[in-house]
């Protein structure tokens, strides 16, 4: 067994299945907005875990809760309920659109049951070939089998066989292809608010107005994506509530947990009771460590003072980001809401986002990009704005190298 000092970043290569390429580094400890690697080196963090750390990294009051339950039960199966999930779905019933809620462990899982729920329902109260999905090129809803192939980028989905049949896929924010391409057999739309890894997209009020009202027709039912859009990222509690659009089903996960592995699943009695006693499952989902932690995270975030604090947070970002433009000239477009921001190269830098986040991480900023040409930022909710000037200010330096190497 290998100790934890002879561990480092071609340890990776040697025991891990190569399906990701990690940074060169690896971190080792993390508070706040900032992180240590192993050679003591310190980051700002404005890539907050993809979207998940949204209190940043070892919160107290999350840390406190996680060791208080971890006395008490971590698990005992979905053949029994417990308290905490109770607690977390009426949370959850109060703050949403919901009646009825699922617990599952990743955006995946709760995508996954969204489409198998579609589906149920449209069979059972419809009509057996009530099947179609309607969803969006650049869409991103998982990696399981099923949500890769409702997602709309075909690379995640080639080199695995045969896929499930009667997905539809189109331009996003375009209404006349949805239009187009909707009937009495479509059982669903499948949407995210806001794309996120597809380029950091939002829907315009019109698109999703309209799609709303041609589900209505067709009796197909409205499902949004709030993966990474949900739980504050865009100043509201989940990005549906900025656009008066209410969905029929919407998951929701990463930030819901602040670190803590935990997705749902939130829909309408109506529509939830198309399920029946097994004819979904989880052996995780739901666990007492998970929602105590997500009552706890949901319970800051769902406040006044974090959900317009991150309005103040982004207009600071996009601030410095014109500064910074002002400077070098290489973003064509900012876009986004909230704390999900993309900053998009102009065409003579497009491909190239993987390079600067490179060098950002060489001067101690963590970022993520959003396709090979669009920097993504979705630090915590929570970020001072001291940490937010000292990232921009290695952001300023990482672009300044990067354009002088």
Not at 66 to 75: A, F, P, T
Not at 123 to 143: D, E, V
Request: aromatic share 8%; hydrophobic share 40%; glycine share 8%.
């Amino acid at each position: 067994m290998l100790e934890n000092k002879a561990i480092n970043r071609n340890t990776y290569d040697q025991v891990m299945l190569p399906i990701y390429a990690p940074a060169n580094f690896i971190p080792v400890r993390g508070q706040g907005s900032r992180l240590w690697d192993q050679q003591g080196k310190e980051y700002v963090d404005f890539a907050g875990g993809i979207a998940v750390l949204a209190l940043g990294h070892c919160h107290p009051a999350l840390v406190s809760v996680l060791k208080q339950q971890s006395e008490k039960l971590w698990h005992i199966s979905n053949i029994f309920t417990n308290e905490p999930a109770l607690t977390l779905a009426q949370k959850l019933i109060d703050a949403t659109f919901a009646q009825k809620v699922f617990f599952a462990n990743s955006g995946a899982e709760a995508n996954e049951a969204a489409f198998k729920l579609a589906r149920r329902y449209a069979i059972t109260r419809h009509h057996p070939n009530k099947t179609q999905i309607i969803a969006f090129h650049q869409a991103f809803h998982g990696r399981t089998f099923f949500t890769v192939s409702v997602g709309g980028q075909p690379k995640y989905a080639e080199g695995f066989g045969p896929k499930p049949a009667d997905i539809v896929h189109v331009p996003f924010n375009d209404l006349d292809a949805v239009r187009a391409v909707i009937n009495d057999r479509t059982c669903a739309v499948v949407l995210e608010p806001i794309q996120g890894e597809g380029g950091v997209t939002p829907a315009t009020m019109e698109f999703l107005h309209g799609v709303r009202e041609l589900c209505d027709k067709h009796q197909a039912l409205l499902i949004f994506d709030e993966v990474q859009s949900g739980v504050g990222r865009t100043g509201k509690l989940y990005a549906y509530q900025h656009y008066d659009v209410q969905p029929d089903i919407l998951t929701t996960a990463k930030a819901l947990g602040g670190g803590f592995p935990i997705s749902a699943m939130l829909t309408t009695d109506a529509i939830a009771a198309a399920m029946e006693t097994g004819a979904h499952g989880t052996t995780y989902g739901g666990n007492p460590l998970a929602c105590t932690v997500g009552c706890a995270a949901l319970d800051i975030i769902n406040t006044p003072e974090v959900l317009m604090g991150v309005e103040k947070r982004h207009d600071m970002v996009i601030q410095a980001l014109e500064k910074i433009d002002q400077k070098y000239g290489i973003f064509h477009e900012f876009r986004g809401k909230g704390l999900l921001i993309g900053a998009v190269l102009k065409a003579e830098y497009q491909g190239k986002a993987k390079e600067i986040l490179q060098q950002a991480a060489e001067q101690g900023l963590m970022l993520l990009s959003a396709g090979d040409s669009i920097l993504r930022f979705t630090p915590s909710l929570i970020i001072s704005e001291d940490e937010i000037t000292e990232g921009m200010m290695r952001l300023d330096m990482a672009i300044s190298r990067w354009l002088n190497k």
